[in-house]
């Protein structure tokens, strides 16, 4: 890796709500290329760390730094052009249609004209087996249709980065499987990634590195061999005994 240009830093990183302390200082990397699996237990701050990486929530302190500028309120719309976000319940505008959601975001940011918009997104939903849906509202998708729209909707922006809040916990077994797919084939092409799951054999092929959150901090982080295989703090060997 040692190659690879860093796209993304995070230094001391804290998020508090009121008295409660989620994050506690967190540093991190992210080289381009990589694809990071974050687990830890519930309630451990996985997806504060994701939210607060795309500004959804404003840090409490710290500084995170994306391809060289430090991100604030006042450049994070710039920011999101390049680094993109799949929510684990979608976040799928509901009066609008699959066609209105997908090109929404690179019409108003001048991205694109119209008419290119909705030519690269019939691609994507035909790329993902629903060319059907253009006219349809989210009401009438199932789940994982639901989340594959919600992943193409983030690479209609062609983004240097996708981070992933767990995208298939609220999905059925069979969803799943298209979603985690879909997934698969980003990170084949090369895609950046950053993904929180509870999918344990998924987080074994996908990643390139595991990093383990507990309690608001990061306690260990290593290749998925040596994360699964070769533990080194007794908090993982726990965690891994419970969820394989």
């Known amino acids: 890796m040692e190659n690879k240009e860093t796209d993304l830093v995070v230094r001391k990183l804290c998020k508090a709500f009121g008295k409660n302390k989620v994050l506690r200082g967190i540093d991190f990397e992210l080289k381009e290329g990589e694809r990071v699996v974050v687990l830890g237990p519930s309630g451990s701050g996985k997806s504060t760390f994701l939210r607060c990486i795309n500004w959804m929530e ?3 302190s710290g500084e995170i730094v994306f391809d060289g500028e430090v991100v604030t309120a006042k450049n994070i719309r710039q ?3 390049n680094l993109g976000m799949v929510f684990q319940h979608f976040n799928l505008i509901s009066n609008m249609t699959v066609m209105e959601n997908l090109t929404l975001a690179p019409v108003k940011l001048k991205l694109m004209k119209r008419d290119e918009a909705e030519k690269r997104a019939m691609e994507l939903l035909r790329h993902i087996g629903l060319p059907g849906k253009a006219a349809a509202y989210p009401a009438s998708l199932s789940g994982g249709q639901k989340q594959r729209v919600a992943i193409i909707r983030a690479m209609m922006l062609s983004p240097e980065v996708l981070l992933f809040d767990e995208p298939t916990s609220a999905l059925d077994p069979e969803s799943i499987g298209d979603v985690l797919s879909l997934i ?16 344990m054999s998924f987080a074994k092929e996908i990643a390139t590195r595991v990093v383990f959150i507990d309690k608001g901090r990061i306690i260990e982080e290593g290749t998925p061999e040596e994360f699964f295989e070769r533990p080194k703090t007794k908090r993982v060997r726990e965690f891994l005994e419970k969820v394989l």
Do not use: Y
Not at 188 to 193: C, K, L, N, V
């Open 58 to 60: 404003e840090p409490t």
């Open 79 to 81: 920011i999101r052009r």
């Open 184 to 199: 698969r084939e980003l990170a084949d092409r090369g895609m950046t990634i950053m993904i929180v799951t509870h999918e």
